[in-house]
């Protein structure tokens, strides 16, 4: 069954520095999301990105976050500076038509720790 | 007030028992609805859409009330592989790209 991955698995980097996380979307997928969910915390919408460019993006999103689809599989998401409370499970999500139907494929997350 | 509000739980249940889930949102322009289940330190996964008139999966049936804003999951004769975390999720309009999570139920069924 095809999947969304994800790497690293889990990132400790210390408070200031840039950390990318990778993601490769499920290949027949057009829309591709990145939430993250702060331990205890819901679940929460960060950006959505569709024919190279964001369409939605959270408050959370702010400048220093950044997304990018360098090649025709890899999708990113670039945390410039890292503060303690970007702290957080972050969740690459894919799927092949636009939101409304639901199904969002999510991958297993990549888990920040910043110090 | 939350735009999707949940009982966080937890319900511990046995095997065998039915179980209901609730969840409220605030937005009166919410116009798709599902449930999503997260096992502890997994990603969330869909376990069901919810449509107007009320929508049933095996063991799984959801419901919707547009005019009291309220969703709802039933679980029926609960096994010990239904433990997780259920998220009530909503789309809201305008928001055409994001879906907005409920901070979840959590529910524990004991063998």
């Known amino acids: 069954e095809p999947e969304v991955t994800q790497t690293p698995s889990h990132q400790v980097t210390q408070m200031g520095q840039e950390v990318i996380l990778r993601c490769v979307p499920i290949?027949?997928?057009?829309?591709f999301y990145w939430y993250r969910q702060i331990l205890g915390q819901k679940v929460e919408f960060l950006v959505s990105f569709y024919n190279n460019e964001i369409s939605e993006k959270s408050e959370i999103f702010d400048d220093q976050f950044s997304v990018e689809r360098p090649d025709g599989s890899n999708f990113t998401l670039k945390i410039r500076s890292t503060k303690l409370e970007d702290s957080a499970m972050y969740f690459c999500?894919?799927?092949?038509?636009?939101?409304?139907?639901?199904?969002?494929?999510f991958g297993e997350g990549s888990r920040l720790t910043v110090l | 007030r939350k735009e999707v509000e949940q009982d966080p739980g937890p319900f511990n249940v046995p095997e065998g028992a039915t179980v209901a889930f609730n969840c409220t949102y605030s937005?009166?322009?919410?116009?798709?609805f599902f449930w999503y289940r997260q096992d502890c330190r997994k990603e969330p996964k869909l376990l069901m859409s919810v449509y107007s008139s009320g929508n049933e999966d095996g063991r799984f049936t959801a419901q919707l009330n547009r005019a009291s804003q309220y969703i709802s999951l039933l679980i029926r004769d609960s096994k010990l592989s239904d433990s997780a975390t259920y998220l009530c999720v909503v789309r809201i309009s305008g928001s055409a790209r994001q879906l907005t999570f409920g901070s979840g139920t959590q529910l524990t069924v004991l063998p």
């Open positions: 290949s027949n997928h057009l829309y």
């Open positions: 937005n009166s322009a919410s116009q798709s």
């Open positions: 999500a894919s799927s092949f038509s636009g939101v409304g139907t639901g199904e969002l494929f």
